[in-house]
């Protein structure tokens, strides 16, 4: 098993955007500043064949949250359920993953993401040969 630990706000998945004729993408900084924390923990070769692609997203807690409903936060017995919502999340970490642990997005034949809350903002990416 692969264990990788990101840290930062966890971002969605956005389509390309067209300006003037050209074609850019909106979370370019995201996404290299995630394949760099990728790359330092990784320094295998991509990984061949099936896997399954486990990812739980942790989530900052609102500055204004009650000191019980932190507890209950933090415990797991709420959970976040706002926008972004889940599957964006995975479908831009697991493109991340392409090229330096996994060849291609293709190869996830099992997949789990869940979302949390946690002081630390991240996520847990598990990769299962």
């Known amino acids: ?15 390309p955007k067209f300006s003037k004729g050209k074609v850019y993408d909106p979370k370019c900084k995201e996404k290299e500043e995630l394949r760099w924390q990728i790359k330092g923990q990784y320094r295998g070769e991509p990984i061949a064949g099936p896997i399954h692609l486990d990812i739980t997203f942790y989530r900052a807690i609102p500055v204004s949250t009650s000191r019980v409903r932190r507890l209950q936060m ?3 017995r ?51 040969p």
Request: proline share 7%.
């Open 78 to 128: 709420i959970v976040p359920m706002a926008r972004p919502d889940t599957s964006n999340l995975f479908k831009a970490y697991e493109d991340c993953l392409k090229g330096i642990v996994i060849h291609d997005d293709n190869q996830s034949v099992d997949i789990s993401a869940r979302q949390r809350y946690s002081d630390k903002p991240g996520a847990l990416i598990r990769i299962l």
């Open 74 to 76: 933090l415990n797991g």
């Open 1 to 15: 098993m692969i264990q990788i630990e990101v840290y930062g706000k966890p971002f969605p998945w956005t389509a």
